[in-house]
C-alpha cells in the first residue's frame, strides 16, 4: 500500500512542472489564439539557464534566486521572439504559427548544444530540499513534496492574477473577445507581449525547477511539448483548471501505467486520452473551438486537371529523370531513390494538408509504420520483397485507421497536437518493445532482393513508383471524392447541408495518406537496409510538412517539387554543417514569414497575374483561358 | 392549399441557450408547393428555428415531422437525403471551387458517388449542374471562382445548390439579405416559380416586408421566441400585436404604402 502512495506522490511531483508548462501554453493561446510549439523549447532553455546560474553564479542570487533569474532571462527571449517574429504572423493561418515557432524550436535545439555541449549535464539539488522522507520503509524525496506543494501554489497566484488584478481583467476579457478590448482603447499590442512573457516565464520556471530531479539535455524539449499537447487534449485549450487537472491526470497514468504495462507505459494515458475525446472534444474544461481560420486562403485559384501539353511536360520530365542512371554514379543514385521516396511522402501528407485541410504534425508515424512493416515481415515472416512492399504499408494503412477515426474528431491546432502525440506513442512503442522492434537498435539487414538491388535498379523502382503515387493521387483529388473532401474542407457547414459525411470523408483520407506514407516507409527501409524509431521522430513529420509548404500547400502538386528542392538541399547541408538544425530552422522561419505561397504557389501567382494582364489586351483568349479552367 | 398534403409539422419546438429562450412552444403546419414566410425582429428565433428544421441543432423539447416521419434529432445529411434543402443567413459556399464544382458537390452527393475515387468529376454531371444554374440566372459565370462572386450571386448559387436533390422543402433563412431591392424581388419571383412548378414547400425569412408580402401565401410571426400571429398577409397585416412590435420600425405601414403606390 505504502508503495502505491508513494507512486501516487511521485506522479503529483512530476504534476507540478507539467502544469507549469502546460498553464503557459494555455494562456498564451487563451489571448493571442496561437499554439507556441516553441514552449517545449522555452523550457528546455529555462534548465540550461537555471542549470549555468546554479553552478556558475550561486553566489550571486542564491539557487533559488539562480531559478527565478533564470525563468525571468528566457521570458525576456520570449518577449523579443514575440516581438520579433510573432507579430508578423498573428493574422497567418494557424498551421503557419505552428510551424513558424516549431522552427525556433529546431533553432534552440542547436543553440543549446553550442553553447552547453551535447552531453546531459546533471544540476545540484535544491538547498534544503536534498534528503528523503521515509514513509512506511519507502523514501519519498523532500524535494518532491515541495514541487507537490508548489502546483497549487502557482494555480492559486495565477488565479488571483486573473480575477484581482486589472492586467488579469483584462486578459480574461481579451480571452473572451479580442476586438472588444481593442475597442476599449487597450494597447493591444503590449498586452499580447506581457502575455506571452507571462506564459514562458511559467515554461522556463517549469524547465528550471526540472533540474534537481533530472539532468538536464537537449531532447527534454520535444519531449516535453508532447506531453503538454496530450495535457491540453485532455484539460482543454485556454483552461488553467483544466492544465491543473489533465497535468496531475497525466502524471499519475504514467506513474501508474509503468506498473501496468512496464514496457509500453504510454498506452494508458493514450486510452484514457482517446476516451476524453470521444465524450468530450474540447477537452475536459475546454469550449469548443471558434470556426478555425481556413488554412489554405491566400488565393481563390480553383484547381484544375493539367492539359494534354502540362501532361506531355510532365511525361518528359518523368524520362530524362529514367534516364539518369545512364549519366549518373552511384551515390547520385541513392540520392535519386531518397528523393523519389520522399516524394511519395510529401504528397501523401499534402493529399491531407491540402486536399483535406488537416495538417498533421505527426505523419512520419505512418511512413515509420510502413517501414517496420516491411523489416518485421522481411526478417520474422522471411517473406519476399514484392510481398513484403504490397503487405509492409499495410501497418501504416492499420495505424492511420485507428489514429484517423480519432483524429478527425477534431481539426485545426487540435488536429495538429493530437496527430503529433500519435506520433510520439507509435515512436515511443517502436523505441520501448524492445523483444520486437529492436529498441534504439532498430532492426537491420533489410535489403533488397538482387532483381532490385543495384543502385540503378532501385532508383527505377523508387521513381516508378513515386510517380504511380503522384498520379494516383492526383486522380483522387479531381475524383468525386476528392471534391467531397475539399467541400468538407472549404465550408463543413455547407458540405454537411448536402449530404456529406464529412468525418467519414476525411477518416477515408486519412487513412488513404497513411498508407501512401507507409509506402514511402517501406522503400524506405530497403533503401537503408534498416529501420530505426526515428522513422518515425517528430523531425521527420516536420521534414514533410516543410517539403508541402515549401512546394506550396495551395497547389495540386507543389509537394513534388517542394520534396526534390528540399531533400536535395538538406541531404547537401547534412554534409555541409554540424548545424543543419540551426539552419533548417531558420528557413522555415523564413518560409512561413517571407514566402508563405511556396515555390509553385509564387509561379502560379505570377503566370495568374501575366495571363490577367495579356488577357486584357486580348478578350478572346481569356474566354479561351476561362473555359479551360 | 389546404388540401395539399402536410409536407412539414412542427410541434411544441423549445430551445433555450443559458436563460435566453431562443424558441418557446413554436407549432406551425408547411404543405406541399405552400409559400410560407416566418417573419420577426431580430433575435426573434427566426434562424434557430431553421437550424432545429435542418438538423443543426437539436431542440430542447418539441418535433418536427417531414412527410408524417419524425425528423427530431437527426442529422441534417439526413435530414438532407429525405428532401430538404436549405440556404443560410451568411451563404455558405466552397469558396475554392468554381461555381460549377460548387453545384456538382451537391451532384455528387445525391447520385451517391462520394467514395469514387476514380471517375472524374468534370464530367460528372456536367450538364445537370449547368441547368440549375441557368435556373437561377447563373449560367454565365459557370466557370467562374466562386471567392470572386459578388454576394448575391453566392445567395443565387446558394439557391442551385439548395435545389441540386431535388428538394420537396426548401428553408431558407434570408435569402435576399445582401442584395439590391430589384434583385431581391426577381430572387424571390424565381423561388416562388419554381416552388409552384415542382410543387416545392419554401419556409423562408425576410426582413424585407414588400418581399414578405408579394410572395408568401401565409405569414408566419415571431417575437422573443413565440409565434404571435400566423395567417394570410391581409390577417397578419391587420393584426394589433403585429402591428405593435412593427410600428416602431415602420416597416407594415411603409409596405402597405409602397404597395398603395405602385398598384
Ligand atoms: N449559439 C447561441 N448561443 C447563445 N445564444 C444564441 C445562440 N444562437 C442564438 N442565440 C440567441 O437566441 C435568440 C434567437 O436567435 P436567432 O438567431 O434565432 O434570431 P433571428 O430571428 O434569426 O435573428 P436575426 O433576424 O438577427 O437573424 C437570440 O437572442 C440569440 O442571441
Ligand atoms: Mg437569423
Known amino acids: ?629 | 392549399m389546404s388540401m395539399a398534403p402536410t409536407l412539414l409539422s412542427v410541434e411544441d419546438l423549445t430551445k433555450s441557450y443559458g436563460g435566453v429562450h431562443a424558441v418557446r412552444g413554436v407549432s406551425f403546419e408547411l404543405h406541399a408547393g405552400e409559400i410560407l414566410a416566418l417573419i420577426g425582429p431580430n433575435g426573434a428565433g427566426k434562424s434557430t428555428c431553421f437550424n432545429v428544421l435542418n438538423g443543426q441543432i437539436i431542440p430542447d423539447s418539441g418535433r418536427v415531422k417531414l412527410l408524417g416521419e419524425d425528423t427530431t434529432g437527426k442529422k441534417p445529411r439526413v435530414i438532407w437525403r429525405m428532401g430538404v434543402g436549405r440556404t443560410f443567413q451568411i451563404a455558405a459556399t466552397f469558396p475554392t471551387m468554381t461555381v460549377r464544382e460548387n453545384v456538382q458537390v451537391a451532384l455528387v452527393s445525391h447520385g451517391g458517388q462520394l467514395f469514387n475515387l476514380w471517375a472524374s468529376t468534370a464530367r460528372h454531371a456536367r450538364d445537370e449542374a449547368g441547368r440549375l444554374l441557368d435556373l437561377v440566372g447563373m449560367g454565365a459565370y459557370a466557370e467562374r471562382p466562386c471567392g470572386e462572386l459578388a454576394y448575391g450571386d453566392v445567395k443565387r448559387l446558394e439557391l442551385a445548390i439548395a435545389l441540386a436533390n431535388q428538394p420537396k422543402l426548401l428553408l431558407m433563412d434570408e435569402p435576399t439579405a445582401g442584395m439590391a431591392p430589384r434583385e431581391r424581388v426577381e430572387l424571390m419571383r424565381l423561388t416562388a416559380r419554381i416552388a409552384r412548378e415542382q410543387s416545392i414547400g419554401v419556409l423562408f425569412t425576410e426582413h424585407d416586408m414588400d418581399v414578405v408580402f408579394e410572395h408568401a401565401d401565409r405569414i408566419l410571426v415571431l417575437n422573443r421566441g413565440t409565434l404571435i400571429a400566423e395567417g394570410s398577409p391581409e390577417e397578419v397585416r391587420g393584426n394589433a400585436q403585429v402591428r405593435a412590435i412593427y410600428l416602431g420600425e415602420g416597416l407594415l405601414y411603409d409596405a402597405r404604402h409602397r404597395e398603395g403606390a405602385s398598384a
Not at chain 1, 536 to 543: A, C, N, Q
Open chain 1, 1 to 629: 500500500m505504502a508503495f502505491y502512495i508513494v507512486q501516487f506522490l511521485t506522479g503529483l511531483a512530476s504534476a507540478a512542472s507539467l502544469f507549469l508548462v502546460a498553464s503557459g501554453l494555455s494562456i498564451i493561446f487563451g489571448v493571442t489564439r496561437i499554439v507556441n510549439f516553441a514552449h517545449g523549447a522555452f523550457y528546455m532553455l529555462g534548465a540550461y539557464v537555471a542549470f549555468t546560474l546554479t553552478e556558475r553564479f550561486s553566489g550571486a542570487f542564491g539557487f533559488w534566486g539562480g531559478i527565478v533569474v533564470a525563468a525571468l532571462a528566457v521570458a525576456a527571449i520570449g518577449v523579443l521572439v514575440e516581438m520579433v517574429l510573432l507579430r508578423r504572423i498573428y493574422h497567418s493561418p494557424e498551421l503557419f504559427q505552428l510551424l513558424a515557432t516549431f522552427g525556433l524550436t529546431l533553432m534552440v535545439e542547436d543553440l543549446v548544444v553550442l553553447i552547453w555541449g551535447p552531453d546531459d549535464l546533471v544540476g545540484r539539488r535544491a538547498p534544503g530540499f536534498k534528503g528523503a522522507i521515509d514513509f512506511f520503509g519507502q523514501n519519498i524525496p523532500s524535494y518532491d513534496l515541495f514541487l507537490i506543494v508548489l502546483g497549487p501554489v502557482v494555480l492559486g497566484v495565477l488565479w488571483l492574477l486573473f480575477q484581482r488584478t486589472r492586467w488579469g481583467v483584462l486578459v480574461r476579457a481579451a480571452t473572451q473577445d479580442r476586438d472588444m478590448v481593442a475597442a476599449l482603447g487597450v494597447n493591444q499590442k503590449w498586452l499580447f507581449t506581457s502575455v506571452f512573457a507571462l506564459g514562458v516565464f511559467l515554461a522556463a520556471l517549469g524547465g528550471a525547477l526540472q533540474i534537481p530531479r533530472d539532468a538536464v539535455n537537449h531532447a527534454m524539449d520535444l519531449r516535453v511539448i508532447v506531453e503538454v499537447f496530450v495535457v491540453v487534449v485532455i484539460g482543454g485549450l485556454g483552461s488553467i483548471i483544466g492544465a491543473f487537472v489533465a497535468a496531475v491526470l497525466v502524471s499519475e497514468l504514467n506513474a501508474f501505467g509503468i506498473l501496468i504495462f512496464p514496457k509500453i507505459s504510454i498506452i494508458l494515458v493514450f486510452l484514457v486520452m482517446a476516451v476524453v475525446l470521444i465524450v468530450r472534444p474540447w477537452g475536459l474544461f475546454g469550449k469548443p473551438e471558434a470556426p478555425a481560420r481556413r488554412t489554405p486562403g491566400l488565393t481563390v485559384n480553383p484547381w484544375r486537371p493539367l492539359t494534354m501539353n502540362e501532361r506531355l511536360a510532365a511525361i518528359a520530365v518523368l524520362v530524362v529523370a529514367a534516364a539518369l542512371p545512364f549519366v549518373a554514379g552511384n551515390y547520385v543514385l541513392t540520392v535519386g531513390s531518397e528523393i523519389a521516396i520522399f516524394v511519395i511522402f510529401a504528397v501523401s501528407l499534402h493529399f491531407l494538408m491540402s486536399v483535406g485541410g488537416l495538417a498533421s504534425f505527426g505523419h512520419a508515424a505512418y511512413f515509420g509504420l510502413g517501414a517496420y512493416g516491411v523489416a518485421l515481415l522481411a526478417k520474422m515472416a522471411g517473406l519476399p520483397m514484392i510481398a513484403c512492399l504490397l503487405l509492409g504499408p499495410l501497418l501504416g494503412l492499420l495505424g492511420a485507421a485507428v489514429f484517423g477515426f480519432f483524429a478527425v474528431q477534431l481539426s485545426g491546432v487540435y488536429f495538429a497536437m493530437l496527430t503529433l502525440a500519435f506520433a510520439q506513442i507509435v515512436w515511443s512503442i517502436a523505441f520501448q518493445w524492445v523483444s520486437v522492434t529492436g529498441g534504439d537498435n532498430g532492426i537491420l539487414g533489410v535489403w533488397p532482393e538482387k532483381w532490385a538491388a543495384s543502385p540503378s535498379h532501385f532508383y527505377w523502382l523508387s521513381l516508378g513508383i513515386a510517380a504511380l503515387a503522384v498520379v494516383i493521387l492526383r486522380i483522387i483529388v479531381f475524383s468525386p471524392f476528392g471534391f467531397a473532401l475539399r467541400a468538407t474542407r472549404d465550408s463543413p457547414l455547407r458540405s454537411e447541408a448536402v449530404g456529406i459525411n464529412g468525418k467519414r470523408i476525411q477518416w477515408t483520407a486519412f487513412v488513404i495518406a497513411g498508407t501512401v506514407a507507409g509506402l514511402a516507409g517501406a522503400l524506405f527501409a530497403y533503401l537503408k537496409g534498416s529501420v530505426f524509431p526515428d522513422n518515425m521522430g517528430i523531425s521527420l513529420s516536420v521534414d514533410a510538412l516543410v517539403m508541402v509548404l515549401l512546394g506550396g500547400v495551395e497547389t495540386v502538386s507543389g509537394a513534388v517539387v517542394g520534396a526534390i528542392v528540399y531533400k536535395a538541399l538538406n541531404i547537401w547541408l547534412v554534409s555541409q554543417t554540424d548545424w543543419s538544425k540551426l539552419v533548417l530552422g531558420g528557413f522555415v522561419v523564413l518560409i512561413v514569414v517571407a514566402f508563405p505561397k511556396g515555390i509553385v504557389g509564387t509561379l502560379e501567382a505570377f503566370l495568374h497575374r501575366r495571363r490577367k494582364s495579356s488577357s486584357a489586351a486580348s478578350p478572346v483568349l481569356t474566354s479561351r483561358i476561362e473555359t479551360a479552367e
